[in-house]
């Protein structure tokens, strides 16, 4: 069994040097300007942004967000995967084992590597996994036709690796990420399963009902 180990030492809760609203303000201009749909265009990960259905938010609006703009992550130094033909994939059962990942994923192509984060201490998977292919083209095909996959009674989200291309990532247990659900109160967009909203549409939806026709 492949275990990568999530280690706690890397994530630090002081103040961090890379956030600044100043930097997030223009971030925010470009994300006005451009509106792509995913936060992968933009080449950069900005908490507040992400927190935002259509990417335009000023200022954090959950205590998730605020979490994460005050922590320090540092992806882990020693994976060596190349994140160009990796995947993300979350959202597995608990009891899910790298075998029936591999079973899955290995009709795209050769596997490089496949992954199960587990807990340092239990050993107990974390939920999530990632799986490296030999050649990006296969990646690209097991991303493509693999949406909302189900294994083990759970539906799956993948995504390619981000943490390594994206300036600025933070992990969903410091408040940033990718995805979620409503029932949390900390979606995050900008992603495969919730793209960012067109801004005009949003600012439609909120200003109905102000006007009288």
Known sequence: MKTEIDNRNLVETSKSE??????HLKRRNLVIEKNYEFIKDYGFYDPIICGSI???????HDHGIIRSINSKYTPNKLVKS?????????GLNYETEEDKLRNYFKKFGTIKSLRIVRDVVTGFSRGYAFVEFKHRSDASKAHHES???????????VEYELERKLKGWKPRRLGGGLGGYKQSGQLRFGGRYKP???IFKTKVYQNKGKFKY
Not at 18 to 23: G, L, V
Not at 147 to 157: A, G
């Open 18 to 23: 890379e956030f600044s609203n100043e930097e």
């Open 54 to 60: 259509d990417g335009s938010d000023e200022k954090p």
């Open 82 to 90: 190349d994140p160009d033909r990796t995947l993300f994939v979350s």
């Open 147 to 157: 949406y909302k996959i189900v294994i083990d009674d759970r539906e799956l989200k």
């Open 196 to 198: 960012f909203a067109k």
